[in-house]
């Protein structure tokens, strides 16, 4: 009896340590609804402060491709970008991230191997990435830097079959604690093709998933046509993304901004947009300041046809936004990453790196001239009468990391010391 009592208490103190680790979600207020649930991963994270190494900060166009740690750069490449590919900073070693000679990277028995990638990321010692797994469901996966301990975290969704396999606007990062996936995906509703926008949120201890977003964006005529952004700062996730319905009394599609308030799970729209011409697009731009100002970008074509892009500042509390600039990029697009808003670098025949760049408030920021190696592969035009576009992965301590309209990896610092290519990401068999 004595020992069973004992048993019997051991169990009550284990059980009510286990009720005080993590945070803890408040009790009901007799309403159904939790007046102060507490989501968060971790007690540090409770602050508006900024985390290093757990906040995820601006997201680059390509930076589904290709991430940045301390100690090396991590790539999708191979002919389906189907290996994870690294860059050693401080030796210049590169290959598939697997020791096993003869190895040809092919099969779930290689440390490189990933399967069919749609983004990826690095957070807190691990690279986080979604892929397509048995049956075409969308998985996310997580490995050591060095390609060991992978793991299965959670299915971020299953394909039904009335689903369409559109993978165009896909994002994800890690940010204290959970993993946020985004994607569109067309629903077969009625005979009509439908669109979606979706955001989950991952637990990267638990696996558990959380639905944040589930956005009807109108029906798909030829694929998708919607683009969104996100950003996140402190604990809200900010979400930005056209509205499929339309303004009848203008003809355009608003556009919506949201946050997601992770730490008690409410999504809040912050404001509606109704743009002033029917011809305008959403880029997934978005950047968030510390003190909350708002900036997104846009473009249209002018009565003569011309692209016009502009940054614009949302002003929430009048459910509008006002022009800051019109940057010169009638032949691409620009990038906004933590410090700059970049026009989208181009590579020009002799190897020379068109820099152009403005602060947020568009003043024009000087850089030097990176040049590549004249002739080599990364300098070759992709198509006739066409120089080379270089998206960013990362842009960090005044270096540019990122990925050339012909699948080259690249580098190059922004006063012009250096230009480099680290790989051909056509080929997996790197060394």
Known sequence: MKKLISLLLCALLALSLLTACGPAEAESDGSGKKSDANYLADKKFDTDEYLEGYDAGVLCY?????????????????????????????????????????????????????????????????????????????????????????????????????????????????????????????????????????????????????????????PYISGPTLDFGMYAIGNDIYILSDDGSVDESVGTQPIILRVFHSKTRELETICKIVPPTDNLILMGNLKVTPERDIYICTWHKDDEGNRIVSVEKVIPEENRSEVVFTPDCSDTSVEFTEDYIFKVPIIEDDGSVT??????????????????????????????????????????????????????FVRFALDGSFAEVLLDANHKDQG
């Not at 955001?199 to 201890?205: F, G």
């Open 62 to 218: 390509s930076s589904w491709m290709g991430c940045e740690t301390p100690d090396a750069y991590y790539m999708f490449a191979g002919g389906a970008h189907d290996s994870l590919i690294f860059y050693d900073k401080a030796s210049g070693i590169s290959g598939p991230l697997c020791a096993k000679p003869e190895c040809m990277h092919d099969t779930p028995d290689c440390n490189a191997y990933i399967g069919f990638p749609l983004c990826m990321c690095y957070y807190d010692g691990r690279i986080y990435w979604v892929s397509i797994g048995e049956g075409d469901d969308d998985c996310l996966y997580s490995c050591a830097t060095d390609g060991s301990d992978r793991k299965e975290i959670a299915v971020v969704r299953e394909l039904p079959p009335t689903h369409q396999k559109y993978y165009s606007n896909r994002t994800m990062f890690c940010h204290r604690g959970y993993c946020y996936v985004a994607f569109n995906t067309s629903i077969v509703e009625n005979g009509v093709n439908v669109g979606h926008n979706y955001l989950y949120a991952i637990s990267l201890k638990t696996g558990e998933k959380y639905e944040v977003l589930d956005d009807l964006s109108g």
């Open 355 to 408: 820099l152009e760049a403005w602060d947020y408030d568009g003043n024009p920021i000087s850089f030097g001239t990176p040049k590549f190696e004249a002739g080599s592969d990364v300098t070759k035009r992709q198509f006739e009468n066409q120089n080379i576009a270089c998206y960013p992965c990362s842009v960090k301590d005044g270096v540019f990391f990122g990925t050339t309209a012909n699948n080259y």
